[in-house]
């Protein structure tokens, strides 16, 4: 997975819009989140270190611009 790429995601959707992943791929099978472990806000951004289903941690990134989601860093263990 290379930083920055466009990712799929499918995202809890609060009464504030895409609130929080549920579960991402990269052009692979999908990686459901076990965890949200921690969520920051930039102007223009939401981004989420988040621990997946295969135990690594990933950063994602969601654009207030267009709504896109892409992988910022990962997978750490």
């Given at each position: 997975?290379?930083?920055?790429?466009?990712?799929?995601?499918?995202?809890?959707?609060?009464?504030?819009?895409?609130?929080r992943p549920l579960r991402f791929r990269a052009g692979g099978p999908w990686l459901h989140?076990?965890?949200?472990?921690?969520?920051?806000?930039s102007p223009g951004a939401a981004w989420f270190r988040v621990r997946a289903g295969d135990g690594c941690r990933y950063v994602l990134k969601r654009s207030e611009h267009d709504g896109s989601w892409t992988l910022e860093r990962g997978p750490d263990q």
């Open positions: 997975m290379t930083p920055g790429m466009r990712i799929d995601v499918e995202s809890y959707a609060g009464y504030k819009g895409d609130e989140v076990v965890d949200v472990i921690e969520q920051w806000y």
